[in-house]
């Protein structure tokens, strides 16, 4: 059942007529059309403001409603495609019986650790140290303690991001290409997910043609570094969640440019060791693996 599911094959007895049987056909298609929707729909009220098309006042934290798309995408199309059981199998890569311990400490202590060399590198570069409520502080958030940012990030671009991009679209990519193609794919799709925040993000809107290269850069070895980290840890988004809340959180915090820089600078040069160590076919552990194909954790 598990492997009929990760193929967006519909559960044996379950009739798909009509809309549901081409979203069968194509889940993936589906999840990220539905994504777009649901996010795009959430945003524009925030693009709208930002672009002064009327005079209500939507608040930048707004864009955080919006990171919630991929997950009510991942559970609609799951839902509508597999029933029951595809709901299982997605919502299941979150019991913490998938977790591998070392790679959840690897998933919190990494982001903490990349923090650390930024807060080192930036004292080196301007000559201060950034305070620690700097840090705290997203700047589309208002100031809170940062156990709380931490818990926002999380909660939205952790499980709102990772439950639809990693835990539905990944393992149905990888299931018909190469970890690494399933990848470039899945790039491609989450990179243009992000295109409103390039008309009500004030860090997006002000991005100069060096600042999108190094942007889009940053996302595609993202998303290689994510594949790896996934797959790695078992198939648990327990993981890929946490990983993500944490680097979004240091990488926006008010602390200093450079910090954001040695963050996304040292995602890069994971995600280039993970590609060697791992090798492209898999992406997964600290070794190429060969034989019986397991390109992704099996869902269920």
Same mark, same amino acid.
């Given at each position: 059942? #598990?492997?009929?599911? @990760?193929?967006?094959?519909? +559960?044996?007895?379950?009739?798909?007529?009509?809309?549901?049987? $081409?979203?069968?056909?194509?889940?993936?298609?589906?999840y990220a059309f539905a994504a777009y929707a649901i996010s795009w729909t959430l945003w524009l009220p925030r693009v709208a403001t930002a672009q002064g098309w009327w005079r209500?006042?939507?608040?930048?934290?707004?864009?955080?409603a919006g990171a919630l798309g991929p997950l009510t995408a991942a559970l609609l199309v799951a839902a509508l495609t597999e029933g029951r059981a595809g709901l299982r199998a997605l919502v299941g890569q979150y019991s913490p019986r998938?977790?591998?311990?070392?790679?959840?400490a690897f998933a919190v202590l990494g982001p903490i650790a990349l923090a650390g060399f930024g807060l080192v590198a930036a004292r080196l570069v301007d000559g201060a140290w950034p305070s620690f409520? #700097?840090?705290?502080? @997203?700047?589309?958030?208002? +100031?809170?303690?940062?156990?709380?940012?931490?818990?926002?990030? $999380?909660?939205?671009?952790g499980l709102g991001e990772e439950t639809g991009w990693r835990g539905f679209a990944l393992?149905?990519?990888?299931?018909?290409?190469?970890?690494?193609?399933?990848?470039?794919?899945?790039?491609?799709?989450?990179?243009?997910?992000?295109?409103?925040?390039?008309?009500?993000?004030?860090?997006?809107?002000?991005?100069?043609?060096?600042?999108?290269?190094g942007w889009a850069l940053g996302l595609w070895m993202g998303a290689i570094?994510?594949?790896?980290?996934?797959n790695s840890g078992g198939g648990s988004l327990i993981?890929?969640?946490?990983w993500h809340g944490l680097f979004?959180?240091?990488?926006?915090?008010?602390?200093?440019?450079?910090?954001?820089?040695?963050?996304?600078?040292?995602?890069?040069?994971?995600?280039?060791?993970?590609?060697?160590?791992?090798g492209t076919e898999e992406l997964r552990g600290l070794s190429p693996h060969s034989g019986a194909r397991q390109r992704y954790p099996e869902l269920g």
């Open positions: 059942m #598990a492997r009929e599911i @990760a193929r967006g094959k519909a +559960a044996p007895g379950i009739k798909v007529p009509g809309f549901r049987a $081409v979203v069968r056909r194509h889940p993936v298609a589906g209500y006042d939507v608040p930048a934290w707004w864009h955080y998938r977790v591998r311990l070392p790679w959840l409520a #700097a840090l705290s502080h @997203a700047g589309d958030l208002p +100031a809170l303690a940062l156990p709380l940012t931490l818990l926002i990030q $999380v909660f939205s671009f393992p149905r990519l990888q299931h018909d290409h190469s970890a690494i193609r399933a990848t470039h794919l899945l790039a491609l799709g989450w990179g243009l997910w992000h295109l409103p925040a390039f008309f009500e993000d004030p860090s997006f809107m002000q991005m100069g043609p060096l600042q999108l290269v570094f994510l594949t790896w980290l996934y993981v890929v969640a946490l979004n959180q240091f990488s926006v915090s008010q602390a200093s440019s450079v910090v954001a820089m040695v963050i996304t600078m040292g995602v890069i040069v994971v995600a280039i060791v993970a590609l060697r160590v791992a």
